[in-house]
């Protein structure tokens, strides 16, 4: 199975700041790739998918990049509701496997 | 209302089994492939099996290989989980959660429900 990994774990920062998350994959996944927020008790929600396409709803300060083994998510500058964790899932083939996720907080 | 929506968790002994289901509603489901993915406290996402759209398809986690079944009833738009020989580790939140796209090609995960806690505990 593919293995994915995130880096950092976890990051402090300050609402306004620019955030880059990174996400690698143990093998090629072309850009099958998709990035998740998650807020405590509440299920995951799909922000990126392609590697790069924002989905329908989700805010222009998120984006993605990266095709191959090494992925990127972005946010350009923090509002106070991205304050979460962030996990990256490969849709390459089954079974899925989700990176362990960045947590993000405030500075 | 586009929604998905999870029963079925509880406390359970270790070895016992259980059944979860996932109502879909606002979509048709028959179109769809759907997941299930599991949380435990504290810890990162993990993804449990999936189903086609049509229901011939079924893959699991090794984790769970065995142990448990997914299965769909498009008659009533239900997504189920049969859970076996459960142990201590498979205590979690369960999501169902839907493709973004219809048909088979393996898709991110767009719609997700709120997920039911499973506990397995003596």
């Known amino acids: 199975a593919i293995q994915m990994t995130q880096s950092p774990s976890s990051l402090s920062a300050s609402v306004g700041d620019r955030v880059t998350i990174t996400c690698r994959a143990s093998q090629g996944i072309r850009n099958d790739l998709g990035w998740y927020q998650q807020k405590p008790g509440k299920p995951p929600r799909l922000l990126i998918y392609g590697a790069s396409k924002l989905q329908s709803g989700v805010p222009s300060r998120f984006s993605g990049s990266g095709s191959g083994t090494d992925f990127t998510l972005t946010i350009s500058s923090l509002q106070p509701e991205d304050f979460a964790t962030y996990y990256c899932l490969h849709d390459l083939n089954y079974p899925f496997t989700f990176g362990p996720g960045t947590k993000v907080d405030i500075k | 209302q586009v929604q998905l929506v999870e029963s079925g968790g509880g406390v359970v002994q270790p070895g016992m089994s259980l059944t979860l289901s996932c109502s879909a509603s606002g979509f048709t489901f028959s179109r769809y492939a759907m997941h299930w993915v599991r949380q435990a406290a504290g810890k990162g996402l993990e993804w449990v099996a999936v189903?086609?759209?049509?229901?011939?398809?079924?893959i699991y986690a090794d984790s769970v290989k065995g142990r448990f079944t997914i299965s769909r009833h498009s008659s009533n738009s239900t997504l189920s989980l049969q859970m076996t020989s459960l142990q201590s580790d498979d205590t979690a939140v369960y999501y169902c959660?839907?493709?973004?796209?219809?048909?088979?090609?393996?898709?991110?995960?767009?719609?997700w429900g709120q997920g039911t806690m499973v506990t397995v505990s003596s």
């Open positions: 959660a839907r493709a973004r796209d219809t048909g088979w090609y393996p898709d991110q995960l767009e719609l």
């Open positions: 189903i086609s759209y049509d229901g011939d398809t079924k």
